[in-house]
């Protein structure tokens, strides 16, 4: 799919497919292609779930994830991106990136394969209303749009598909 930075965006109905509570295992994987800089904002989205579960492409070519037990009360006390600080993403080039939850605590950012980011953080992500978005922050669309290209965007709920480096599938997913 192709995201232009305007308000386009994949957005899909609230479902327990993507709630992924405390201890779910979990692989959110895609390729993506960004053409342009984040503006001012600083970060554009690749996927969302409402406030609980977000992954950004940000300014400074990384990847950054942010999480929250209860994001009205308590902010993105899971993660909050100020650590993850994953990748060397090229603008104009595909790349593979993945986040995999395991043992409900452990975190990982992979680049192209490359294990770039870990944590340990333990907490039930929060379910909300919010559907799955793809390429825009579905609570205020048109404020973090992602521009460029987004391709096999999968998710695998129960399995943390990734826990040391890989090669990246070379086929479609």
């Known amino acids: 799919m192709i995201f232009p930075g305007t ?3 994949i957005l ?3 479902s327990t497919d993507f709630e992924f509570g405390g201890s779910t ?4 994987e895609a390729y993506i292609n960004p053409t342009g800089a ?3 904002s600083g970060f554009q989205t690749i996927f969302a779930k409402g406030e609980s579960l977000q992954f950004y492409y940000m300014s400074t ?4 994830i ?3 037990t209860n994001y009205g009360s308590s902010g993105y006390n899971i993660l909050n991106g100020s650590g993850p600080a994953a990748g060397s993403i ?3 080039k595909w790349h593979h990136i993945a986040v995999c939850r395991s043992g409900g605590t452990e975190w990982k950012i992979y680049v192209d394969g490359i294990e770039k980011w870990n944590a340990s953080a333990g907490g039930s992500i929060e379910d909300n209303s919010y559907g799955f978005s793809i390429g825009d922050y579905a609570p205020s669309p048109g404020s973090y749009e992602f521009e460029g ?3 096999n965007f999968r998710v695998i709920k129960g399995t943390a598909l990734y826990t040391s480096n890989f090669t990246p599938p070379p086929a479609p997913l």
Request: glycine share 8%; proline share 4%; aromatic share 16%.
């Open 149 to 151: 290209f987004i391709s």
């Open 61 to 64: 070519g990384s990847i950054a």
């Open 7 to 9: 308000t386009d965006y």
């Open 38 to 40: 984040p503006g001012n």
């Open 90 to 92: 090229s603008l104009n």
């Open 25 to 28: 295992d979990f692989t959110i």
């Open 12 to 14: 899909t109905t609230d």
């Open 66 to 68: 942010y999480a929250s």
